[in-house]
């Protein structure tokens, strides 16, 4: 961003690493758990359950993993996040420049992947082999 002259360029990471600076260790916490840690650990979980049922295994806990994978979806926050970005861009631009870097679109990427992937799961048919694989 490049207002007056003056620019300062930020980063998720420095966002959080900042607020804890600034003594607000909670809400940085918050925003690193619900925007970086829920979606990798989503990322994590996908991986972990389709790739031994795609080879035809039962992965040792599949069944706590898809358990707590489904009931945490709700808890993935990325998108209401780009949602409070792209606000934040829209009143930022009326004042300064406002460059999008390689970040940004790595986000926008990050979402729509994960988006894609969790849609195209097809829950029954992991349940099934979950319990074939416990029952065998």
Same mark, same amino acid.
């Given at each position: 961003?490049?207002?007056?002259?003056?620019?300062?360029?930020? !980063? %998720?990471?420095?966002?959080? &690493?900042? %607020?804890?600076r600034?003594?607000? !260790?909670w809400? /940085?916490?918050?925003?690193? &758990?619900?925007?970086?840690?829920? +979606? &990798?650990?989503?990322?994590? /979980?996908?991986?972990?359950l389709?790739? +031994?049922?795609?080879? /035809?295994?039962? +992965? +040792?806990?599949?069944?706590?993993? *898809?358990?707590?994978?489904?009931?945490s979806?709700?808890?993935?926050?990325?998108?209401?996040?780009? $949602? @409070?970005?792209?606000?934040? $861009?829209?009143?930022?631009?009326?004042?300064?420049?406002?460059? =999008? /870097? %390689? !970040?940004?679109?790595a986000?926008? @990427?990050l979402?729509? *992947? $994960?988006?894609?992937?969790?849609?195209? =799961?097809?829950?029954? #048919?992991?349940?099934?082999?979950?319990?074939?694989?416990? #029952?065998?």
């Amino acid at each position: 961003m490049e207002v007056s002259g003056q620019s300062n360029e930020i !980063s %998720l990471l420095r966002g959080v &690493f900042a %607020l804890y600076r600034e003594g607000d !260790s909670w809400l /940085g916490g918050t925003i690193a &758990f619900f925007i970086i840690g829920a +979606p &990798f650990m989503m990322i994590a /979980g996908i991986l972990y359950l389709a790739l +031994p049922i795609m080879l /035809g295994k039962v +992965p +040792p806990g599949g069944v706590r993993v *898809c358990r707590l994978m489904i009931g945490s979806g709700s808890w993935n926050m990325a998108e209401v996040f780009l $949602l @409070g970005v792209l606000v934040s $861009l829209l009143k930022l631009g009326h004042m300064a420049h406002v460059v =999008l /870097g %390689l !970040s940004f679109w790595a986000f926008i @990427g990050l979402i729509i *992947c $994960l988006a894609a992937a969790w849609s195209s =799961l097809d829950r029954a #048919t992991i349940w099934d082999r979950l319990e074939e694989g416990q #029952t065998a």
